[in-house]
């Protein structure tokens, strides 16, 4: 089974219509409205994933008053207790990635020795 929840924008005043026209969509299993940055949120069920992409792209992108969406597709097969960390690579590329204090000191003696030299440099 393919899960995948969709966060919708509308136009103001235009949430309930929406949601009433997504209630009648066949793949659309939940649909509630939310506060915040989204105005609505639907979550989608399918036996297969081009089901999925056909509801989101061919019913619900499609309403009249939808603004945008987002959609966050849900990952099956995980079994319990795996980690999250090993199922997501490593994008950060080494050279963006936080850089440490010089050999020999740890991180308290280098904070204050850079905190030294500002205080010089602001007299």
Wanted: glycine content about 8%.
């Amino acid at each position: 089974m393919e899960h995948a929840y969709v966060l919708i924008n509308c136009d103001t005043g235009f949430e309930e219509s929406i949601i009433e026209q997504l209630k009648k969509i066949h793949d659309v299993k939940a649909v509630q409205g939310t506060l915040g940055v989204y105005d609505i949120i639907a979550e989608i069920e399918s036996q297969k994933p081009e089901k999925l992409r056909e509801a989101i792209i061919g019913d619900i992108r499609k309403l009249i008053h939808v603004k945008s969406t987002l959609t966050l597709m849900g990952i099956g097969g995980i079994d319990t207790g795996e980690k999250m960390a090993e199922l997501i690579p490593d994008i950060i590329p080494e050279e963006k990635k936080p850089l440490e204090g010089p050999a020999g000191m740890d991180d308290e003696e280098y904070d204050n020795d850079y905190d030294d030299e500002y205080d010089e440099k602001t007299k």
